[in-house]
């Protein structure tokens, strides 16, 4: 059984940055890890992900040049750098992994919705104003 664990979560002022951490546990094959985000009123969507073993990342356009994945493979931790935050950013953040070991990263992301079969962590809420 995978655990994810999110924390980092803040409210921020536009033009600002937060790093967001999963700690995830319960595994030790390699697998897509990533982070999806949910405004009220929306669908949950994929932000970016990466594939734990070779370190391939992918990222939703709306945050292409702005967010960084990467992966502490001795803390089995996954990070999710946010710079240059927008309004629209706002929303509570989720790490998820898929129950499929071998699902392919790329396409899990751009799921829409988002495949029920995944583990997820609790959610970190980033508020980012205007």
């Known amino acids: 059984q995978v655990q994810l664990a999110e924390s980092g979560g803040d409210s921020v002022q536009a033009g600002g940055s937060l790093r967001l951490s999963c700690a995830a546990s319960?595994?030790?094959?390699?697998?897509?890890m990533g982070w999806f985000r949910q405004a009220p009123g929306k669908e949950r969507e994929g932000v970016a992900a990466?594939?734990?073993?070779?370190?391939?990342?992918y990222y939703a356009d709306s945050v292409k040049g702005r967010f960084i994945i990467s992966q502490d493979n001795a803390k089995n931790t996954v990070y999710l750098q946010m710079n240059s935050l927008k309004p629209e950013d706002t929303a509570m953040y989720y790490c998820?992994?898929?129950?499929?070991?071998?699902?392919?990263?790329?396409?899990?992301?751009?799921?829409?919705?988002?495949?029920?079969?995944?583990?997820w962590g609790q959610g970190t809420q980033v508020t980012v104003s205007s």
């Open positions: 998820a992994s898929p129950l499929d070991v071998w699902t392919r990263c790329g396409g899990w992301l751009q799921r829409t919705p988002p495949s029920k079969d995944n583990y």
């Open positions: 990466i594939y734990t073993g070779g370190g391939s990342t």
């Open positions: 319960g595994y030790t094959d390699t697998r897509c």
